[in-house]
């Protein structure tokens, strides 16, 4: 299963302005990109996944352009995926980065 590369290299580029350190891992037939080896984002096909918080994926799911990650055909908990027109600019990419960050950090 093919992942959209613009979106890996977009991710890549992204998450320099960060401190925090993330490595790659394939999974999903995508890449994930994890903080101290708990997944934050990463695309899978043409969306993008998030690891939300489970208290705010109530609001985030009520946001355009997002929706249940559905991979393995039921919703996955504290998963989404945001659809391309979701991510048109810089400014929203970062968003849902710091949302997966976020996600992360909570696990630790």
């Not at 998450?15 to 101290?36: N, R, V």
Request: hydrophobic share 45%.
């Amino acid at each position: 299963m093919a992942y959209n590369e613009v979106l890996a290299k977009r991710i890549r580029a992204a998450i320099q302005i960060f401190p925090e350190d993330f490595t790659e891992k394939k999974m999903f037939g995508g890449i994930a990109f994890l903080y101290q080896g708990k997944m934050t984002v990463g695309p899978v096909k043409d969306d993008l996944m998030v690891r939300v918080i489970g208290e705010k994926m109530e609001a985030v799911l009520q946001q355009e352009f997002v929706r249940p990650m559905d991979f393995t055909g039921k919703p996955m908990k504290e998963f989404i995926f945001v659809s391309l027109e979701g991510l048109q600019t810089e400014a929203q990419l970062h968003q849902w980065i710091e949302l997966g960050l976020e996600h992360a950090k909570s696990k630790l």
